[in-house]
Structure formats: structure tokens, C-alpha cells
């Protein structure tokens, strides 16, 4: 080694390609991040732009007249009779009353009265129906209900639908939306925020603006109640004697591989398991949230076992010695002292479990939850069978959705990706806040 | 030897030929020794020797290591205690055991000390319990340190403190007899005074029984000293014997240094 080389002021080749390496991987580090980072927000951005709309809708506001002789033509008020009118008597009241309004508002119109009746929602004759049948009192008078409009009009104020579009479109013309738009104008049209996407069941392929995802909310949340009762219970004892009174021997270490490949295993194959077992052999009701809770719990169960494990192998064995050391049984360390320290862990496990089962849909289209379910089943109202009623999923609806032709259901879709996303982000922070609170306690 | 240990003092544990074996290797072989009530007994040797699993043997410890198999007899106060009918968990109760680095709960200071008695109830009432705290941070030394904030974190304390804590934890069931793992190889020099002071004085009401690395300390401390090497009990004696005439040569190399 020459004298020169032992100088500190100068870098010597080693250490500058020393420094030029590590220069480099942090650029790689940087732009892997930033590779992540961009499809996020492409992602978000995706999603939020065309999912967005399905949290307004457009109502029109009218005062239709229920002549007593088109509802009541027995004038007996029987409720039986009323009920043999259907939505077909309904639909021209509608019209009437829109027809009255563009009239008195001045619009000249060329529109016919099946164009006027394509400006209304199919829903809308169907929902004053339940109305006037819910209160009989109103027959022979006028009743000021805001109806949904048809998808294609809400489109045309969402900037889906344009004029162009519309001339190329049957269900709708450009003279239908300039009158909507002189409505709109006049106060009669509004679109506003639209609680009956997160509460109304699903519709028809003919009535997207009706459509909502109250059955599915409500089926993805009984679903995560069996999972829940299920698969937290079952998991963390299986993993509590796993980990601590199993004897280490063949068996145990069966167990232990098999459990880590049932993590991996596709989770359509649940389904199938779930299709020969549940509803096969023992016969449970198809699409019904037991079975799909049921088939999310096996699923997720290896999930919360591995984390508990892990959770449980991660608590210093020196807090084990110190219990028994007092005279504590083997029981007693594990719930006094192990299982508090594991908590965090635990919870963290089962919530990241729960999501997981949460934005499943393989094992659901299994099993049937890819049903139309067009009502509220009956026994979200009444009491036998709350679990047992076919129901369907938040991301089955999101499939269900996207297969439908009509473009307004595309918009509901990217809805309820959306509101998928905010259950799933809800969940993390409260796995996230859960593990601060109990981390934190000393 | 037998004679003098018999004249000393009362007996509290008599082991007699153990051997213990993890898997296929041995870790003790054929050790018999008789420890006195009321008394310091050190074990000293190198690293790997035997003398903690020794130690662990008395309060069965190592039950919780599968591969583990002790043979011999272990009497305390003349029971064996690895007969079929003995519950480990009463006899830790007995034999209570503070580790080589402080491990409290993470929990407060009070619920360290309450845990065992509770377990046992031992205590009739919240009152009872109280008092039963009090009297073992006050006997480990640690009561006037700690007695504004027993709600505070036992993990918080300093270490020497912590190991204090166990100290106290350990007393509060009321043990017989008083394992202690190296209790301060984690500990600075003044932490160690202070553990080494509480050691003389529990002496009185406890059969201490102390596995060190230093000399040093199990000459200040201890009335009997053994010294394992290689899983054999080489020498047993009086402290001062030990120390000053030792026997063996091989006791000899290790307390001066030359071995160990």
C-alpha cells in the first residue's frame, strides 16, 4: 500500500463503488415505492371518478292525482281489490302528472307519451303503488312524492349520458334530455345524495337507478358475524394448544404443515367444499349467509391460527417461566399472562382475517350468493332464520353488477367498490388502533 | 461431611444421585448434596457445568422442557418431590424461583407482588391481600422505593429494582425455600450490593439456594458452597473451606482462576 492511499480526505475506489452501489439500491427502493404508489393512486382514482355518481341520483318531483276511478273502481277501499291494480295502472298517473308539469312550466314538447314515460324510472310506478296502498286515504286525491328518474336521465345530469349518445340510443332521444334539462332548470329535476344506494336491495337490468346495497351490506356484515363467532374462538384455541400444551412429535408437526398449506389454498376450493358440505349433505339453505359465513371461516381460520401462533411465539418465554415460577399452572401463565401479551397480535390476525373474508367472491359464486335478490328477504324483518335467508355479498354485487349491460350499472358497481373499500379501510384502522391501545398499555 | 452438615443446622433439601438427561446427552451426573434450612448455598462453576439445571431440578422447572428426564431423588423437608403424586405447581408455590435477568409482569408493581397469593388464595379479603404485598416488598427491600406508585408499570422500575420486584413476588407465596439463577448477572455493581445485602438477610426465614458465576460473590454471601464441574459435583463444603482448602484440584484451578 502506497502512502498516498492512507489518506482519509481521499476516497479510495473501494468505498466510492461502495457508495455508488448503495446510492443505487436506495433509487431502487425509491422507485419500486413509487411504482406502488402510482398504481394506488390509479386505482383510487379509477374507482372514485366512475363510482362516485352512485352516491347521487335525480328525482323529479311531481304531484300525481289518484283518481278513485282508475285505483278503487269497487269504491269498497279493499285492500285485496286496491292490490289487483299493478304497477301498470300506476305508471300513466305518472305520466299524466309529468305531462301536467311540463305544460304548466311552458316547455313545447314533441316528445310522445312512451318517451315522456322513458324520462320516469320503472321503479317509480312501483314505489307510489306501495305508497298508496300503504295509505288507501290518499285514492281520490293528490300526493307530491319525489320518483326516481331513469337512469338515462341521471346519466345525462352525471355527464354519462350526452346528447350524441342519446341520439344513438333508443331508450332515450336528445329532445327527452333538453326537456329534462329545462326541468331541471324549473327546480322539478334534482339530483341529490342518494341514501337508497347503501339501503334499497338490487334491481332489475331495466331500472339501475333503483339498484342499491342494502341486501349485500347486510349479507357481508351476518357473514362476518359467523366468521367472527366461528373462526376467532376456534382459531385462537386450536393455536393456544398448538403452541403451547401440544407435545412437539410427528403428529404436531402434520398438523402444523398442513394448517401453513390451507393458507395457500385457492379459496374457490372452499367454495366447492363448502357446496358438498353445507348444502349437499347437510342440507343448509343455499345463498344463505350461514353457508357463506361458514365456508369464510374455514377459509380464514388458517389465517388467524398462523397469526396467533405468531403472536403467541412472540411473547418472551421468560414471562411463561415467571408464572409458573409462582406456582401458576400451565393454563393459568397462558390466559394470565401470555394471551394478554398476544392480544395485539391476535386482533391484528383475525380484523386482517376478516377482510380478507370480507372482499371474498370465489367460494360465494359457489355456493349460490350470486343470486338477484330484488327484496329484502323476510327474515331481516322478522325473527326466524336471520341467518338463513338468501341474501347475497358486497363483492358478489360488485360481479353481479359489472355483468349487466345496462351502462348504469357500471357506475353502481364502481359504488359499491367503493364502498367495499371503506368497510376494508375501517377494518385495518381498527386493527391498527386495537394494536396501538393494547401495545401502548405500558 | 455428612456429620458436619448434620451438626450445622437443620436440613431443608437432600438430593440423591440425580441425573439428569437432555435427549441422549447427560447434563448431571450422580449428584447427592444436602442443603441446610436457613442458609446461603451457592453453586459455583464454569458455563454448561450443570449447576442451573441443578437449580431447576428443584422446583421441577424442567418438567417444562420435553426432552428432559431427571432420575434420583430430590427430598425436601423429606417429601420426594419427583413423586407421582406431586403437583409441580404446589411445590413451586414452595419453592419459589427468581431468574438471571428480572422478568416482572407486564403489569403494576402491586399485581407482580398480588399475582402469586391470588392464585393461591392465600389472601381472605382485598385487606389481606394488601398486607401480604406490603410484607414482601417490604422483606425485598424494595417497600419504600415503590409504595406511592404500586400502580405504576413493574417494567418501568430500574434493574435492579425489577429484580427486587421478582424478589418480592417470589416471597409472596410464602415459599420454604429461595431459588436464585444468577439473580444478578444483568445487574450493575451497586444493584448487586443491594441484591447481595437482601440475600443475607432473607437467610433467616428462607433456605437460599443461588447459582453465580462470580467467586466472589457466593464467598460473600453463602454459608455452603458447591462447586459443579462438566455435570459432576466435584466439591460440597463450608464456604470458608471451600474458598480457603479446597479438596479437589480441580476446585482449586477454578477459584484461582486457572480453569472456568
Known amino acids: 500500500m502506497t502512502t498516498t492511499a492512507n489518506s482519509l480526505l481521499v476516497r479510495d475506489d473501494r468505498t466510492k463503488r461502495r457508495n455508488a452501489a448503495e446510492l443505487r439500491f436506495r433509487a431502487y427502493g425509491l422507485g419500486a415505492i413509487g411504482i406502488a404508489a402510482l398504481a394506488l393512486v390509479l386505482l383510487l382514482s379509477s374507482v372514485l371518478s366512475s363510482g362516485v355518481g352512485a352516491f347521487s341520483q335525480t328525482f323529479i318531483t311531481l304531484e300525481t292525482s289518484l283518481p278513485e276511478a282508475k285505483l278503487n273502481k269497487s269504491g269498497l277501499r279493499d285492500p285485496a281489490v286496491m292490490a289487483k291494480v299493478s304497477t301498470f295502472g300506476y305508471a300513466p298517473l305518472l305520466r299524466d302528472a309529468l305531462l301536467t308539469r311540463i305544460a304548466e312550466l311552458g316547455i313545447t314538447t314533441s316528445l310522445s307519451d312512451k318517451n315522456v314515460d322513458a324520462m320516469i324510472s320503472k321503479e317509480a310506478a312501483a314505489s307510489l303503488r306501495d305508497h298508496v296502498l300503504a295509505n288507501p286515504d290518499l285514492i281520490g286525491g293528490k300526493v307530491t312524492m319525489d320518483v326516481l328518474a331513469d337512469g338515462r336521465i341521471d346519466g345525462y345530469f352525471k355527464g354519462r349520458v350526452t346528447m350524441e349518445s342519446a341520439a344513438r340510443d333508443g331508450n332515450t332521444s336528445p329532445e327527452a334530455l333538453r326537456v329534462a334539462q329545462r326541468l331541471a332548470d324549473a327546480g322539478v329535476i334534482e339530483t341529490r345524495f342518494n341514501w337508497r344506494f347503501l339501503t334499497a336491495p338490487d334491481a332489475s337490468d331495466q331500472r339501475p337507478e333503483a339498484a342499491g346495497l342494502g341486501v349485500a351490506i347486510l349479507g357481508s356484515l351476518y357473514m362476518m358475524l359467523v366468521v367472527l363467532v366461528l373462526a376467532l374462538p376456534i382459531g385462537v384455541a386450536a393455536s393456544i394448544y398448538l403452541e403451547e400444551f401440544a407435545p412437539r412429535n410427528r403428529l404436531s408437526d402434520l398438523i402444523e404443515v398442513n394448517i401453513s398449506n390451507l393458507a395457500a389454498v385457492p379459496s374457490i376450493v372452499f367454495g366447492i367444499l363448502g357446496l358438498a358440505i353445507f348444502i349437499n349433505f347437510s342440507g343448509l339453505r343455499q345463498s344463505s349467509p350461514l353457508v357463506g359465513g361458514l365456508v369464510l371461516t374455514l377459509m380464514t381460520l388458517p389465517t388467524i391460527i398462523i397469526s396467533t401462533r405468531a403472536a403467541l411465539k412472540s411473547v418472551p418465554p421468560s414471562i411463561r417461566d415467571a408464572a409458573l415460577a409462582v406456582g401458576a399452572s400451565k393454563m393459568q401463565s397462558v390466559f394470565h399472562h401470555v394471551l394478554p401479551l398476544a392480544a395485539p397480535g391476535i386482533l391484528t390476525g383475525t380484523i386482517i382475517g376478516l377482510a380478507q373474508a370480507l372482499g371474498e367472491t370465489a367460494p360465494l359464486l359457489l355456493i349460490g350468493m350470486v343470486a338477484f335478490v330484488r327484496e329484502y328477504p323476510a327474515a331481516y324483518s322478522h325473527e326466524a332464520g336471520l341467518f338463513g335467508e338468501a341474501a347475497t355479498a358486497l363483492p358478489v354485487q360488485v360481479f353481479n353488477w359489472t355483468q349487466r349491460a345496462d351502462p348504469g350499472f357500471a357506475e353502481r358497481a364502481s359504488g359499491a367498490i367503493i364502498v367495499l373499500l371503506v368497510f376494508l379501510a375501517v377494518m385495518n384502522t381498527v386493527a391498527i388502533l386495537l394494536r396501538r391501545h393494547f401495545e401502548r398499555r405500558w | ?260
Open chain 2, 1 to 260: 461431611m455428612t456429620e458436619s452438615i448434620s451438626t450445622m443446622a437443620q436440613l431443608k433439601i437432600s438430593a440423591r444421585n440425580v441425573e439428569v438427561h437432555y435427549g441422549d446427552t447427560i447434563a448431571i451426573k450422580d449428584v447427592s448434596v444436602d442443603i441446610p434450612a436457613n442458609s446461603v448455598t451457592a453453586f459455583i462453576g464454569p458455563s454448561g457445568c450443570g449447576k442451573s439445571t441443578f437449580l431447576r431440578c428443584l422446583n421441577r422447572m424442567n418438567d417444562t422442557i420435553n426432552i428432559c428426564r431427571v432420575t434420583g431423588d430430590i427430598l425436601i423437608d423429606g417429601q420426594d418431590i419427583y413423586d407421582h403424586n406431586v403437583d409441580p405447581v404446589q411445590l413451586r408455590a414452595m419453592v419459589g424461583m427468581v431468574f438471571q435477568k428480572p422478568n416482572p409482569f407486564p403489569k403494576s408493581i402491586y399485581d407482580n407482588v398480588a399475582y402469586g397469593p391470588k392464585i393461591h388464595g392465600l389472601a381472605r379479603n382485598k385487606a389481606d391481600l394488601g398486607d401480604i404485598v406490603e410484607d414482601a416488598l417490604r422483606k425485598a427491600a424494595l417497600w419504600n422505593e415503590v409504595k406511592d406508585r404500586l400502580g405504576s408499570p413493574g417494567t418501568g422500575l430500574s434493574g435492579g429494582q425489577q429484580q427486587r420486584l421478582c424478589i418480592a413476588r417470589a416471597i409472596a407465596t410464602s415459599p420454604e425455600v429461595l431459588l436464585m439463577d444468577e439473580p444478578c448477572s444483568a445487574l450493575d455493581p451497586i444493584a448487586t450490593a443491594q441484591i447481595e445485602e437482601l440475600i443475607d438477610t432473607l437467610r433467616q426465614n428462607y433456605c437460599v439456594v443461588i447459582v453465580t458465576h462470580s467467586m466472589h460473590q457466593a464467598a460473600r454471601i453463602s454459608q455452603k458452597t458447591a462447586f459443579f464441574h462438566l455435570g459432576n459435583l466435584v466439591e460440597y463444603g463450608d464456604t470458608d473451606q471451600i474458598f480457603t482448602t479446597p479438596h479437589d484440584t480441580r476446585t482449586e484451578s477454578y477459584i484461582t482462576g486457572r480453569i472456568g
